[in-house]
Structures are given as structure tokens and as C-alpha cells.
């Protein structure tokens, strides 16, 4: 997803009160992340994990709020979403860089990238992949998705190389 | 001093002040001594209290947020008193029951007796006291009353065998007792 959409889709989704984005850096992401930077609206947090606890604390407090990471992150997270954000039905998004999803990726990457679609089905987490043509369709996608008290993930693949 | 204990004698000091109690023993004691709507029992997801507490802390800044934390559970996600202490909420306060064991599991040892949790917490920037007997705990939690925080307080406690009974509120009522609540 190009830069200009990645900062578009942080606007559009402040636009429709997502509070605080919390996450973990990854560089897929890193135009949104920055968009996040410029605008005071985040928490870097250590690992995933807690990324998730610091949204659900929100979430709790009855404001919206998104998580960003990497795949690798997310596989990290397995146990968390399945035991706090789906046990206890905390409605969040969750935005995900899709390492991996070029089979001639970073080799680190390989094996949770090829396994990503089957692992957010397998944990029944619903899920869309952010393009430049669809992001706006899926965002609202996923704002209906928490006001409908479910959580859901956003996928940005990584289509380059560097 | 034993967990229970602590936990009551906490509980009836912050009156309707909301809880975020740890996973296992801890949300058990806290279910079972002072239940009320604002508590958010965890019995999953070890190691995440403390960033609960803070995600609430950090949108509600007008009511004061504890902590109920496990050292097993603080050692899972030392990370934790870093975003806290960079993100500095002043209105948290992070109480950690430190028995040096994973008392719910059976008792296995952690290691905050050989690497001092409360120097990890002051160097992250907490105001941090330790209570090592009941009546220490009671004139510290008047001493943190006007405090402004983050505060990290460490309790320690002896296990024991006395097991408070099982939080029976299902999952996503205890998320729309806290939403309420809050």
C-alpha cells in the first residue's frame, strides 16, 4: 500500500474517533505508523502483547482503539487475542504487515507468512486485505466490526523488497 | 501477611476506585473479598494487568486505576514499567503481591528474590514504596493517598494454603460491568 494511502487511512480512521493507535513498529506500516507519530496519537509499546492489554484498557474505558504489528507480531499474540480479546469480546482492530507474503521475502519471515491466512482463520479472527483501491470499503468494514462489539484485522501485504 | 489479606486491606482503603487484578490467585482473592463492578478480573493472558490498568489510566484520567499485579505475572511483561513509566499516568497505582513464586501453579519459584523489582520499578521512573507487614501497608496507603503517581507499590506476602473459590462471572459480563462502571 502506497504512502499516501497509508497516511489516509490514519486521517479516516481518526476522522471516525479511534482514540489511540497502539502497537509495535513494522515497516510496512511505517507511513501509517509515522501519520500516528506526527500526530500524538500513539503508544510504542515493548512487544504485542502488550500493545493489546494497553487497547483493551481502553476499549474498557469506552473509547475505540486500533493495534498495529507485524505478523511475526501477531503469531506472538495468539494466546492474547484468544484469551483476553476474544474470551472477554473486546472490540478491536487490529492492523497487521504481512511479511512473507512474497514467497522470495526475508527468510525470518517465510514460514508464519505462507501460514498467515489459515492462522487468523484457524483463531476465527475475520479479516480483510488493505489495497490502494479497497481501504476505504474495508475500513468501514472494520468500524462496523467493533460497533458491533467483534474484533477484526486489517492485512497490509508487503509487496517490495529493500 | 498472605495475599488475602493484603488484598483486603487494600480493597477497603480505595473504596470504589477501579481494579485490574492479575490472573489466577489474585483476581480470585479480589472476587472473593471485595466484588464490585469495576473490577476487571483477568483468568487468562498472564502478564498483561499492568497495561490494562494503564490503557484505563490513561483515558480516564479523573479516577484513580490499582493495579493487582503477581511478581510471576510483572516478570512476563517487564516491558510494561517502561511504557508506564514513559507514559507517566498519574493516576495509576500498581500494587504487586511478590510471594518470589508462582503460588498459583503450585508454588514454583520465580526469580524477585535474587533481582530486586523494586529497583527496576524506580529506575522507570515510579514513586515506590514496600510494605512488608500489614500495619506498614495501612499507614503507606495513607501516605500514597495524596501522592500522584505512577506508583509502584510492592507488598510482599507468604504463600498460603487457604484458595479463594473461582471468579464465576462469565467473561463478557465482567467486561460489561467494568464498561458500565467506567
Known sequence: MNEKNQRAVFKYFKKKKISKFVGVPDS?????????INNK???IATR???????ATGITLSNKSSLVFMQNAGFANSISTITSLVQLYQIPL??????????SDDAPEHLKIGKIQPELLKIIGLKSKVLTDTNWKTNCDWALKQIKEKKSCALIIRRMFHD | MIRKEAVKIISEKIGENPIVSANGFT????FEVNDKESNFYMIGSMGLA???GLGIAITKPKKRIFVFDGDGNILMNLGSLVTIGSTKPKN????VFDNNSHESTGSQPTNSSNVSLEKIAKEAHYKVFVAESQSNLITILKKIKKESGPIFLLVKISNSKERSKRVSWKPKTIRD???KSL
Open chain 2, 92 to 95: 495509576l497505582v500498581h500494587v
Open chain 2, 27 to 30: 483476581s480470585r482473592d479480589v
Open chain 1, 28 to 36: 510496512t506500516l511505517k507511513h501509517f505508523i509515522d501519520e500516528c
Open chain 1, 93 to 102: 482492530i487490529f492492523l497487521i504487515g504481512w511479511r512473507g507474503y512474497l
Open chain 1, 41 to 43: 496519537d500513539v503508544i
Open chain 2, 50 to 52: 499492568s497495561s490494562i
Open chain 2, 177 to 179: 460491568r467494568v464498561m
Open chain 1, 48 to 54: 504485542e502483547e502488550e500493545a493489546i492489554g494497553i
